[in-house]
């Protein structure tokens, strides 16, 4: 029995058709359903697929997704996209989306992608282009490298090796409630609610470079 059931989403029902195909070759997964993208929410609200699979064309996806939050706030958003640098990658993971995936992946790539989301909680996002970092420096150019205490750089720097608190705890020799304490101040000084919106900011003020990331930046 499939762990995990998928709605893909998208104008083409040829390319709908070739990924459902890819998808059944994985046990893992079963295809709840394909449909046009204007369908998405409704057909999502009927089926409670784990992943909304969505391929992007020209929408805004940031209304569709926080409506498929509201009415099926268990599904996994992983988006697939041609041009990621017409994307605010910060709003769409506050939005809810787990994934956004380049369409130049092959089928078997996506799925193999989609399940590492699912099982593993890996945040899988394109490699960034420079409107990401400048967009992000011009709206924010109170927040300097100074405002981080080296600790709190350095912990930074942790969460981009996708390490737990108690993992960065064993390896600057902190206990847990001190780093729990620094991840509250660092979420306070960048105007973020979690450890993803962290790395995603700290990446575009330059805090991190993107060879300090695990896999969740995908080349």
Do not use: Y
């Amino acid at each position: 029995m499939s762990e995990f059931r998928v709605l893909l989403c998208g104008k083409s029902p040829r390319w709908r058709e070739n990924l459902a195909a890819a998808f059944a070759e994985n046990a893992v997964f079963e295809v709840a359903g394909s449909v046009a993208s204007q369908d998405l929410v409704e057909s999502a609200a009927r089926l409670f697929p784990d992943v909304v699979l969505w391929k992007l064309e020209e929408e805004n996806p940031l209304p569709v997704i926080t409506e498929l939050q509201l009415q099926c706030p268990f599904a996994l958003p992983v988006l697939l996209v041609n041009d990621p640098k017409k994307l605010d990658l910060l709003e769409l993971v506050r939005a809810g989306v787990k994934g956004c995936l380049p369409l130049r992946l092959r089928p078997r790539q996506m799925v193999d992608t989609v399940e590492l989301i699912v099982k593993a909680g890996m945040l899988c996002l394109p490699r960034p282009g420079p409107e990401f970092f400048s967009r992000d420096r011009k709206g924010n150019g109170r927040i300097t490298l100074n405002t981080l205490t080296g600790r709190e750089r350095e912990i930074l720097s942790c969460l981009g090796k996708n390490l737990s608190n108690k993992e960065i705890a064993r390896t600057l020799f902190l206990s847990e409630p001190t780093i729990k304490t620094h991840l509250r101040s660092i979420f306070r000084k960048l105007g973020v609610r979690n450890r993803t919106e962290a790395l995603l900011a700290a990446l575009r003020l330059g805090f991190l470079k993107q060879e300090e990331f695990d896999t969740q930046i995908l080349s």
